[in-house]
T-cell receptor
Framework: DTGVSQDPRHKITKRGQNVTFRCDPISEHNRLYWYRQTLGQGPEFLTY????????KSRLLSDRFSAERPKGSFSTLEIQRTEQGDSAMYLC?????????????FGSGTRLTVV | EDQVTQSPEALRLQEGESSSLNCSYTVSGLRGLFWYRQDPGKGPEFLFT???AGEEKEKERLKATLTKKESFLHITAPKPEDSATYLC???????????FGSGTQLTVLP
Protein backbone atom coordinates (compact mmCIF):
# COMPACT_ATOMS: atom_id res chain seq x y z
CA ASP A 1 0.00 0.00 0.00
CA THR A 2 1.76 3.10 -1.25
CA GLY A 3 -1.06 5.50 -0.48
CA VAL A 4 -2.74 7.91 -2.89
CA SER A 5 -0.28 9.29 -5.42
CA GLN A 6 -0.70 12.57 -7.29
CA ASP A 7 1.34 13.92 -10.15
CA PRO A 8 2.72 16.48 -10.63
CA ARG A 9 3.26 17.92 -7.16
CA HIS A 10 3.55 21.44 -8.52
CA LYS A 11 2.47 23.02 -11.79
CA ILE A 12 3.00 26.59 -12.96
CA THR A 13 1.12 27.54 -16.10
CA LYS A 14 0.25 30.64 -18.04
CA ARG A 15 -3.29 31.89 -18.11
CA GLY A 16 -5.22 30.33 -20.96
CA GLN A 17 -3.19 27.12 -21.10
CA ASN A 18 -4.64 23.67 -20.44
CA VAL A 19 -3.35 21.50 -17.60
CA THR A 20 -3.95 17.89 -16.61
CA PHE A 21 -3.37 16.25 -13.24
CA ARG A 22 -3.21 12.56 -12.45
CA CYS A 23 -4.28 10.64 -9.34
CA ASP A 24 -3.46 7.02 -8.59
CA PRO A 25 -5.66 5.79 -5.72
CA ILE A 26 -4.90 2.94 -3.36
CA SER A 27 -5.24 -0.09 -5.60
CA GLU A 28 -8.30 -1.77 -4.06
CA HIS A 29 -10.23 1.48 -3.49
CA ASN A 30 -13.23 1.77 -5.78
CA ARG A 31 -14.22 5.32 -4.82
CA LEU A 32 -12.24 8.38 -5.86
CA TYR A 33 -12.80 12.02 -5.03
CA TRP A 34 -11.35 15.33 -6.23
CA TYR A 35 -11.25 18.34 -3.92
CA ARG A 36 -9.83 21.85 -4.36
CA GLN A 37 -8.24 23.80 -1.53
CA THR A 38 -7.29 27.46 -1.59
CA LEU A 39 -4.98 29.11 0.92
CA GLY A 40 -6.49 29.34 4.38
CA GLN A 41 -9.60 27.39 3.43
CA GLY A 42 -10.74 23.83 3.84
CA PRO A 43 -11.00 21.48 0.86
CA GLU A 44 -14.06 21.89 -1.38
CA PHE A 45 -15.65 18.95 -3.15
CA LEU A 46 -15.36 18.86 -6.94
CA THR A 47 -16.35 15.41 -8.16
CA TYR A 48 -16.71 11.74 -7.18
CA UNK A 49 -16.25 8.44 -9.02
CA UNK A 50 -17.35 4.97 -8.08
CA UNK A 51 -15.28 2.66 -10.25
CA UNK A 52 -15.34 4.33 -13.69
CA UNK A 53 -18.69 6.08 -13.23
CA UNK A 54 -18.69 9.77 -12.37
CA UNK A 55 -21.60 9.93 -9.92
CA UNK A 56 -21.53 13.48 -8.69
CA LYS A 57 -20.16 16.87 -9.75
CA SER A 58 -20.12 20.07 -7.73
CA ARG A 59 -21.35 23.32 -9.21
CA LEU A 60 -17.74 24.45 -8.68
CA LEU A 61 -16.81 22.19 -11.58
CA SER A 62 -17.37 24.57 -14.49
CA ASP A 63 -17.40 23.41 -18.09
CA ARG A 64 -13.67 24.16 -18.26
CA PHE A 65 -13.07 21.26 -15.89
CA SER A 66 -13.33 17.62 -16.86
CA ALA A 67 -12.47 14.49 -14.92
CA GLU A 68 -12.16 10.91 -16.05
CA ARG A 69 -11.44 7.57 -14.49
CA PRO A 70 -10.97 5.08 -17.30
CA LYS A 71 -11.20 1.43 -16.25
CA GLY A 72 -11.86 2.49 -12.69
CA SER A 73 -8.20 2.85 -11.80
CA PHE A 74 -6.29 6.16 -12.04
CA SER A 75 -8.11 9.43 -12.61
CA THR A 76 -7.25 12.62 -14.47
CA LEU A 77 -8.51 16.14 -13.89
CA GLU A 78 -8.14 18.54 -16.81
CA ILE A 79 -8.60 22.30 -16.66
CA GLN A 80 -8.95 24.06 -19.98
CA ARG A 81 -8.20 27.75 -20.57
CA THR A 82 -6.86 28.22 -17.05
CA GLU A 83 -7.67 31.40 -15.13
CA GLN A 84 -5.86 32.96 -12.18
CA GLY A 85 -8.76 31.95 -9.96
CA ASP A 86 -7.93 28.31 -10.67
CA SER A 87 -4.74 28.64 -8.60
CA ALA A 88 -5.18 26.19 -5.72
CA MET A 89 -4.16 22.83 -4.33
CA TYR A 90 -6.02 20.01 -6.07
CA LEU A 91 -6.44 17.04 -3.76
CA CYS A 92 -7.42 13.51 -4.64
CA UNK A 93 -8.81 11.05 -2.11
CA UNK A 94 -9.88 7.43 -2.31
CA UNK A 95 -11.99 5.09 -0.22
CA UNK A 96 -12.44 1.32 -0.08
CA UNK A 97 -16.20 1.67 0.29
CA UNK A 98 -18.72 3.90 1.99
CA UNK A 99 -16.69 6.76 3.48
CA UNK A 100 -18.51 6.56 6.79
CA UNK A 101 -17.21 3.06 7.29
CA UNK A 102 -13.81 3.29 5.63
CA UNK A 103 -12.86 6.96 5.70
CA UNK A 104 -10.96 8.83 3.02
CA UNK A 105 -7.25 8.67 2.29
CA PHE A 106 -5.92 11.85 0.73
CA GLY A 107 -2.94 12.31 -1.53
CA SER A 108 -0.45 15.13 -1.07
CA GLY A 109 -2.07 17.18 -3.80
CA THR A 110 -1.04 19.08 -6.91
CA ARG A 111 -0.41 22.76 -6.35
CA LEU A 112 -1.42 24.78 -9.41
CA THR A 113 -0.21 28.34 -9.93
CA VAL A 114 -1.66 30.26 -12.88
CA VAL A 115 0.41 33.30 -13.85
CA GLU B 1 -26.75 23.70 2.33
CA ASP B 2 -24.38 22.04 4.79
CA GLN B 3 -22.11 24.44 6.70
CA VAL B 4 -19.13 23.80 8.96
CA THR B 5 -17.45 26.58 10.94
CA GLN B 6 -14.22 26.26 12.91
CA SER B 7 -12.81 28.51 15.60
CA PRO B 8 -10.43 29.98 16.35
CA GLU B 9 -8.79 30.47 12.94
CA ALA B 10 -5.37 30.37 14.57
CA LEU B 11 -4.13 29.36 18.00
CA ARG B 12 -0.68 29.70 19.55
CA LEU B 13 0.08 27.63 22.64
CA GLN B 14 3.09 27.11 24.80
CA GLU B 15 4.27 23.51 25.03
CA GLY B 16 2.20 21.81 27.72
CA GLU B 17 -0.63 24.38 27.59
CA SER B 18 -3.86 22.46 26.99
CA SER B 19 -6.70 23.90 24.91
CA SER B 20 -9.68 23.06 22.70
CA LEU B 21 -10.61 23.67 19.09
CA ASN B 22 -14.25 24.16 18.12
CA CYS B 23 -16.18 22.90 15.09
CA SER B 24 -19.84 23.89 14.78
CA TYR B 25 -21.98 22.40 12.04
CA THR B 26 -25.33 22.94 10.37
CA VAL B 27 -26.08 19.95 8.20
CA SER B 28 -29.10 18.00 7.09
CA GLY B 29 -28.88 14.76 9.04
CA LEU B 30 -25.32 14.34 10.29
CA ARG B 31 -24.00 10.86 9.56
CA GLY B 32 -20.43 11.43 10.70
CA LEU B 33 -18.05 14.17 11.87
CA PHE B 34 -14.45 13.77 10.77
CA TRP B 35 -11.27 15.37 12.14
CA TYR B 36 -8.15 15.64 10.01
CA ARG B 37 -4.66 17.00 10.57
CA GLN B 38 -2.94 18.80 7.69
CA ASP B 39 0.74 19.69 7.58
CA PRO B 40 1.97 22.42 5.18
CA GLY B 41 2.13 21.22 1.57
CA LYS B 42 0.47 17.89 2.36
CA GLY B 43 -2.96 16.38 2.13
CA PRO B 44 -5.21 15.94 5.17
CA GLU B 45 -4.40 12.99 7.43
CA PHE B 46 -7.31 11.19 9.11
CA LEU B 47 -7.62 11.43 12.90
CA PHE B 48 -11.16 10.49 14.03
CA THR B 49 -14.73 9.87 12.95
CA UNK B 50 -17.55 10.54 15.42
CA UNK B 51 -21.02 9.24 14.64
CA UNK B 52 -23.41 10.31 17.40
CA ALA B 53 -23.79 12.94 20.10
CA GLY B 54 -21.97 11.99 23.28
CA GLU B 55 -19.32 9.97 21.50
CA GLU B 56 -15.66 10.54 22.37
CA LYS B 57 -12.46 9.25 20.78
CA GLU B 58 -8.85 9.61 21.87
CA LYS B 59 -5.48 9.34 20.21
CA GLU B 60 -2.34 10.23 22.13
CA ARG B 61 -2.77 13.87 23.27
CA LEU B 62 -5.95 14.41 21.24
CA LYS B 63 -9.55 13.79 22.27
CA ALA B 64 -12.53 14.52 20.06
CA THR B 65 -16.07 14.93 21.37
CA LEU B 66 -19.41 15.46 19.63
CA THR B 67 -22.68 17.17 20.58
CA LYS B 68 -25.75 17.77 18.45
CA LYS B 69 -24.40 21.09 17.23
CA GLU B 70 -20.63 21.03 17.56
CA SER B 71 -17.49 19.03 18.03
CA PHE B 72 -14.42 19.79 20.08
CA LEU B 73 -10.85 18.67 19.63
CA HIS B 74 -9.12 18.79 22.99
CA ILE B 75 -5.34 18.90 23.02
CA THR B 76 -3.73 17.94 26.30
CA ALA B 77 -0.16 19.01 27.05
CA PRO B 78 0.68 19.70 23.40
CA LYS B 79 4.15 19.36 21.94
CA PRO B 80 5.71 21.35 19.06
CA GLU B 81 5.13 18.38 16.74
CA ASP B 82 1.38 18.87 17.21
CA SER B 83 1.68 22.10 15.22
CA ALA B 84 -0.52 21.75 12.13
CA THR B 85 -3.86 22.83 10.72
CA TYR B 86 -6.75 20.83 12.13
CA LEU B 87 -9.75 20.40 9.86
CA CYS B 88 -13.19 19.11 10.71
CA UNK B 89 -15.66 17.88 8.12
CA UNK B 90 -19.29 16.74 8.19
CA UNK B 91 -20.81 13.91 6.19
CA UNK B 92 -24.58 14.41 5.96
CA UNK B 93 -27.44 12.16 5.00
CA UNK B 94 -28.07 14.10 1.80
CA UNK B 95 -24.46 14.30 0.61
CA UNK B 96 -22.02 11.73 -0.62
CA UNK B 97 -19.00 13.90 0.15
CA UNK B 98 -17.41 15.74 3.05
CA UNK B 99 -18.12 19.40 3.81
CA PHE B 100 -15.01 20.88 5.42
CA GLY B 101 -14.50 23.81 7.73
CA SER B 102 -11.69 26.30 7.11
CA GLY B 103 -9.48 24.80 9.76
CA THR B 104 -7.65 25.96 12.88
CA GLN B 105 -3.94 26.59 12.45
CA LEU B 106 -2.28 25.43 15.67
CA THR B 107 1.23 26.50 16.61
CA VAL B 108 2.85 24.99 19.70
CA LEU B 109 5.89 26.88 20.89
CA PRO B 110 8.72 25.09 22.73
Amino acid sequence: DTGVSQDPRHKITKRGQNVTFRCDPISEHNRLYWYRQTLGQGPEFLTYFQNEAQLEKSRLLSDRFSAERPKGSFSTLEIQRTEQGDSAMYLCASSLGAPLNYGYTFGSGTRLTVV
Amino acid sequence: EDQVTQSPEALRLQEGESSSLNCSYTVSGLRGLFWYRQDPGKGPEFLFTLYSAGEEKEKERLKATLTKKESFLHITAPKPEDSATYLCAAFSGSARQLTFGSGTQLTVLP
